[in-house]
Structures are given as C-alpha cells and as structure tokens.
C-alpha cells in the first residue's frame, strides 16, 4: 500500500500524468508542463512519439575527454532514473549521471570535470545526495552554466567548486513545485482507514493544500540551506539576493554571488588544462566576514576547515604519516653511526628529533678521539719517575739483530721473543711494546749508570 498521500485512489489506473504530478519537481514551471504534457498522450505508443520527436528510444550518455579536463553533460529536464520522458526529449537521468561523474572522477587521466549545463531542473529526489557527491569530489568540478542551471539544476551547479557562466547563461528558480489530481470523478470508491486520516487529503480543501505546502516548504528549506552552505553565504543572503524562485542571467548573476565568473567554455577548458594537475584550487566564492561574494579567499586551513573537512582531514593524515616514516629512517640512520663506549650519547641523539645520520656518525668520532686523548694522558701522568740505578734499558735495534726498516711493532716483537731477560723484566708483550713507543717518541728518557 501506497504512503504517499499524492498517489491515486485505490482501484483508479496509474498513468504516466499520475507519476508525474505524485513527485515534488525543481524545475522551471515551463518545462513542467512539457512535461505533464507529455504524459497526458497515454493513448501513443513510445515508438510512435519516437518517431515524431526524431530522437532515439533509448537514452544514451558520454563523458567528453579534452586533455585532462572531462565533460560532463547535464542537459534537459532531470529525471531520478532513465524513463520515456529521458528518452523523448534528451534528459538527463539522475542514476546514469552519477555513473558518467564517477567514472570522470576515477579516470586517472582526468585533472579536472567540467558540468556542461543547460537544464531546467527536474525532480527534486536524489538531487541533495548527487550535490554532495560533487562537493566531495578529490578532484576540481566547475559548473559551467551555458544556456540554463534552474532550480534543481543550480542545486548542483552551487555544489561545485566553481560556477563559470556564459554571458547568456541563467542560474536561480530556487524553490519546489508539486502538480496534485483534485478530479476524482471517475466512478471509484475509495476507503481510507480511519486511523490515517492525512493518507488521502483533499486538495480542493484549506487543511488538505496546507499539507502539500508544508511538504514542498520544507523541501525547499533544504534546498536553499544546501545553496547557502555550497556558495559561503547565508540563509538570508539566498532568501533575499538568489531571485526568490526567478532568473539571473550572466553578469547579473556573478554581481549577487550566484556565480563566480564569465567566461566561454573552450576558454574554461583551455584555462585548466594549462594549470598544473598538483592545483586543486576550490572555489572563489567568498567565505571570510568582510569580503563581497566573488573575491578569492585565503586558502589556509581554517578556509579549509570550514569548506573542505575530508580534504583537511586527508592532508593531514599523509602529513603525518610521512612525518612518522621520515622519523623512523632518522633514528635508524643515527643507530647506525654507534661505537662501543658511546650508548648513552647515541640515546640521546635517537631521540632529540633533529639530528641525522651524519651528523650523529661526527659527533661519535669526535667523542671517541677525545676519549683515546684522555686515556693516553692518564697513562702518561701516572707513568713511574725512573729511578737511579735501574738496569739498563735494553739493548739498541742495531745490537739485538732488528730490521731498522721494519714497523716498530715487528721490530719489538723480533726482540722480544728474542731475549728472555727482557719477557722477564717486562712481563707482558703489551707493556714493552708501549714502552718502545714511548722511547720511539722521545718521551722516555733513559739515565744509565
């Protein structure tokens, strides 16, 4: 059973006039009634209104590639899914043009989309959820307005970063339009439960128009909150200065901050395929107290905050995360530069949040050079004063046999195994190999008897 209390009576044939007038429109009232028009032929076949209107039964749709700017058409009146009415006259269906815009918006060719526009509106289902899919989009949508953006129409031109109009383009017819059958004499009998009394109201009564304008009020409170929000201005602004449900066309409509500004669409199209693909550049419509509708904003993160949160939210997510890995590489770099003996130092340097690899590999040579300087000044202030009468010092390279071109250490080494009185005086290896550096040096000075 039907909830809406614009179907028809139970037991009455639904034509095609009764799902035009049952839905709320946002279109020009015009086309509305093309439309209702239209549909009052029940008694034509589709292949025969085909024939007259020329045009193909089946609506068929593309995107238009030009460098990396996509075109997207949204053209005729706008349906929520493909019908007769899109196949007769070129509309546009609601359900194929978020298809064609997805699509441009995962192309990894396309920078940028342009909304070709020149429809009057149409039904007003789904078109708040098709705005905010264009809103959302990663990548820069502008609204290029050639002949009309009316009423549902301008809902989602407003939704995009940009509004570009032809000098004869038209934008505005803000509101919502709800065509009711007060005619039920067609031999019917029709019972409502009791218990709802607002199932079936009587257009033809105060109370029951009172129900439908509440129905297409709030519609439209939706309607002009979204225009507010996507266009940086407010509610009154929108109330007072969009047109009231009328027109403004080009200049006109740039002056109120209904666009943003004029331009052709080759020149659009050339415009952002000479800017770099890295600039993603939103609207220019002013969102800062103090500043006329059209000036560029300052485009810094309270801007984005307040227009653009998940793109923020997005930014700063990549940005830390390739603080974090940079940190990482840091600390590992810095690890890498350890010497046994400097573990605290290297602590230290891990964690300042500054220093790099390198410069943390010069601060542990330094340390450990002055470490080496330190321990042979300890060894050399507390080295024994000679004392009178010690035995002499052994015996000169020359006496014991050593090759004079050999390095020292060799030549000490060829001694020491050599004389057993010397292991004996010296007990250890190390302690007479010192001992030759030392005298090699100068640093000994030997007093014999």
């Not at 519609?219 to 979204?226: A, G, P, R």
């Not at 969102?287 to 700063?316: C, F, M, Q, S, W």
């Not at 410069?359 to 004392?387: D, F, H, M, Y």
């Not at 005086?425 to 030759?436: N, V």
Request: contains cysteine; proline residues 6%.
């Amino acid at each position: 059973m039907s909830d809406n209390p614009t179907d028809p009576p139970t037991g009455h044939r639904v034509t095609a006039f009764d799902l035009v007038s049952r839905e709320p429109w946002a279109i020009t009232p015009d086309m509305l009634h093309t439309i209702a028009a239209i549909a009052r032929r029940e008694h034509e076949r589709p292949e025969a209104v085909e024939a007259r209107q020329g045009r193909p039964l089946q609506n068929s749709r593309t995107v238009t590639q030009r460098g990396n700017v996509a075109l997207v058409p949204v053209t005729g009146p706008v349906f929520r899914y493909a019908n007769l009415f899109t196949a007769l006259s070129g509309a546009t269906s609601l359900d194929v043009l978020a298809k064609d815009f997805t699509a441009a918006v995962d192309d990894p060719r396309t920078d940028s989309i342009i909304l070709v526009m020149d429809t009057p509106g149409g039904q007003a289902s789904g078109i708040a959820e098709f705005a905010q899919m264009i809103r959302a989009s990663p990548k820069r949508v502008v609204a290029y307005v050639s002949g009309n953006a009316a009423s549902a129409g301008y809902w989602m031109a407003a939704a995009a970063h940009e509004i570009v109009m032809s000098r004869t383009g038209a934008v505005g017819s803000i509101g919502t339009v709800l065509t009711v059958r007060t005619n039920k004499d067609d031999g019917s009998v029709e019972i409502v439960s009791s218990q709802s009394p607002n199932k079936r109201p009587d257009f033809a009564t105060e109370q029951g128009r009172v129900l439908a304008q509440n129905h297409v009020d709030r519609l439209t409170s939706i309607f002009i909150e979204d225009v507010a929000n996507y266009r940086g201005v407010s509610v009154d602004n929108v109330l007072a200065d969009f047109g009231q449900g009328d027109m403004r066309i080009g200049a006109d409509a740039v002056d109120l901050g209904m666009a943003d500004r004029e331009s052709t669409l080759e020149s659009l199209i050339a415009e952002l395929n000479s800017t770099s693909s890295g600039d993603r550049s939103m609207s220019t419509t002013a969102t800062k107290p103090g500043t006329e509708p059209g000036d560029k904003p300052v485009i810094n993160r309270e801007y984005l905050a307040a227009n653009h949160a998940e793109l923020l939210a997005t930014l700063e997510h990549d940005a830390h995360a390739a603080g974090a890995r940079a940190e990482c590489d840091r600390i590992k770099a810095v690890e890498a530069a350890a010497l046994p003996g400097h573990e605290e130092l290297i602590a230290s340097l891990k964690f300042d949040g500054k220093t790099s690899g390198a410069e943390a590999a010069a601060q542990v040579i330094g340390a450990e050079k002055t470490k080496r300087t330190e321990a042979l000044a300890n060894i050399r202030s507390n080295a024994a004063a000679p004392v009178p009468g010690t035995p002499e010092p052994p015996k000169t390279p020359e006496s014991k046999g050593e090759d004079a071109d050999a390095p020292l250490e060799e030549r000490a080494k060829a001694t020491w195994d050599g004389d057993k009185d010397l292991r004996a005086e010296f007990g250890t290896f190390e302690a007479y190999h010192a001992y030759r550096k030392a005298e090699d040096k100068g640093l000994i000075k030997v007093l014999k008897k």
